[in-house]
């Protein structure tokens, strides 16, 4: 079974601009949660998306924000950009995320804000 | 409410010996702990995790030790080698709205773990 990708990778993008990242979860998962790495910050939950809906969100500003189709792929979206969001951004899919359901985490997609 | 603090931020070990991370939290409602293991350029895969209804689970050289009275739990990696060096992050989650917030996990700061030849 194929694991999650992300895609792009890397992304370099400038201040004020916008950047869409995807994510592909594993073949029969339901749930896509997103998360940001940094050094500073470490690992912090962005959103999660089970059956195209929304259902637990984190505390980020309203610039992030983020979708699933139906076939269970996510995007996430963040717009006006700022030096602060250069990070790595995790996607991850579990079943259900019910329990003890596994979460299963993509590469991710290095983002650098110049 | 929903912090996860993990210590150390850093350990070396040689190899063979017993490597030991902790975490503590506060949110009651957290009753799935999971531990990660993170290499570099690579995303977080579990590693083990344990439920509150058990103190301690063991798989191979990994064994997670769970004290629900204290909010504590902590990994230890027997026999360590080279091979573990890696960042590991405890987190947890748990079912504070109906059954439908498993999919958020809370993550402690990581520990970056360097076995030593």
């Given at each position: 079974?194929?694991g999650?990708t992300?895609?792009?990778?890397?992304?370099?993008?400038t201040?004020?601009?916008?950047?869409?990242?995807?994510?592909?979860?594993?073949?029969?998962?339901?749930?896509?949660?997103?998360?940001?790495?940094?050094?500073?910050?470490?690992?912090q939950?962005?959103?999660?998306?089970?059956?195209e809906?929304?259902?637990?969100?984190?505390?980020?500003?309203?610039?992030?924000?983020?979708?699933?189709?139906?076939?269970?792929?996510?995007?996430?979206?963040?717009?006006?950009?700022?030096?602060?969001?250069?990070?790595?951004?995790?996607c991850?899919?579990?079943?259900?995320?019910?329990?003890?359901?596994?979460?299963?985490?993509g590469?991710?997609?290095?983002?650098?804000v110049? | 409410?929903?912090?996860?603090?993990?210590?150390?931020q850093s350990?070396?070990?040689?190899?063979?010996?017993?490597?030991?991370i902790?975490?503590?939290?506060?949110?009651?409602?957290?009753?799935?702990?999971?531990?990660?293991?993170?290499?570099?350029?690579?995303?977080?895969?579990?590693?083990?995790?344990?439920?509150?209804?058990?103190?301690?689970?063991?798989?191979?050289?990994?064994?997670?030790?769970f004290?629900?009275?204290?909010?504590?739990?902590?990994?230890h990696?027997m026999?360590?080698?080279?091979?573990?060096?890696?960042?590991?992050?405890c987190?947890?989650?748990?079912?504070?709205?109906?059954?439908?917030s498993?999919?958020?996990?809370t993550?402690?700061?990581?520990?970056i773990?360097?076995?030593?030849p």
């Amino acid at each position: 079974k194929a694991g999650v990708t992300q895609t792009p990778r890397y992304l370099i993008k400038t201040r004020g601009q916008q950047v869409t990242l995807s994510c592909s979860p594993i073949s029969g998962h339901r749930s896509v949660s997103w998360y940001q790495q940094t050094p500073g910050q470490g690992l912090q939950f962005l959103f999660e998306y089970f059956s195209e809906t929304q259902r637990n969100k984190g505390n980020f500003p309203g610039r992030f924000s983020g979708r699933q189709f139906s076939n269970s792929r996510s995007e996430m979206n963040v717009s006006t950009l700022e030096l602060g969001d250069s990070a790595l951004y995790l996607c991850a899919s579990s079943l259900e995320a019910a329990g003890t359901d596994t979460q299963y985490f993509g590469p991710g997609t290095r983002l650098t804000v110049l | 409410q929903q912090q996860v603090k993990q210590s150390p931020q850093s350990l070396i070990v040689q190899k063979g010996g017993i490597s030991i991370i902790n975490c503590a939290y506060e949110n009651t409602a957290f009753d799935y702990f999971p531990w990660y293991q993170q290499f570099p350029g690579k995303g977080p895969a579990l590693l083990i995790a344990i439920r509150p209804d058990v103190s301690e689970k063991k798989e191979g050289r990994f064994t997670i030790s769970f004290n629900k009275s204290a909010k504590q739990f902590s990994l230890h990696i027997m026999d360590s080698q080279p091979g573990d060096s890696a960042t590991y992050f405890c987190a947890a989650s748990g079912d504070n709205a109906g059954g439908t917030s498993y999919g958020k996990l809370t993550f402690g700061q990581g520990t970056i773990l360097t076995v030593h030849p």
